[in-house]
């Protein structure tokens, strides 16, 4: 079973920036294509991001595009880093791999594991 851990949320001022990590139990990020999700109160999760097997593509939700960048930084970390941060990135952040090959795969139930979440509080 694969596990996923997110960190590097927190509370930041709007215009800040932060950078969240997906650490991996196993060496996956090289077989397994890994998105972004979010999820704020009394709201539907909601796809950030979703980055092919190695890492070669990435295409982003409009909502975050030109304001946040994935990166692998090897097979077992992934970070998103996000900037120009408003109130209404506020939510959880969740990263989840798929071991399925479509891409880009938009819809959660796309996806085979997820972490727990870390929490993203952007302040006006």
């Known amino acids: 079973q694969v596990q996923l851990v997110e960190s590097g949320g927190g509370l930041v001022q709007a215009g800040g920036s932060l950078r969240l990590s997906c650490a991996a139990s196993?060496?996956?990020?090289?077989?397994?294509?890994l998105g972004w999700f979010r999820q704020a109160p009394g709201k539907e999760r909601e796809f950030v991001a979703d980055?092919?097997?190695?890492?070669?593509?990435t295409l982003y939700a409009e909502s975050v595009k030109g304001r946040s960048t994935v990166s692998v930084h090897n097979a077992t970390m992934v970070y998103l880093q996000m900037n120009s941060l408003k109130p209404e990135d506020t939510a959880v952040y969740y990263c989840?791999?798929?071991?399925?090959?479509?891409?880009?795969?938009?819809?959660?139930?796309?996806?085979?594991?997820w972490g727990q979440g870390t929490q993203v509080t952007v302040s006006s």
């Open positions: 989840a791999v798929r071991r399925g090959t479509a891409w880009p795969s938009f819809r959660p139930n796309q996806y085979d594991y």
């Open positions: 196993e060496r996956i990020f090289s077989n397994y294509g």
């Open positions: 980055t092919s097997r190695g890492g070669r593509r």
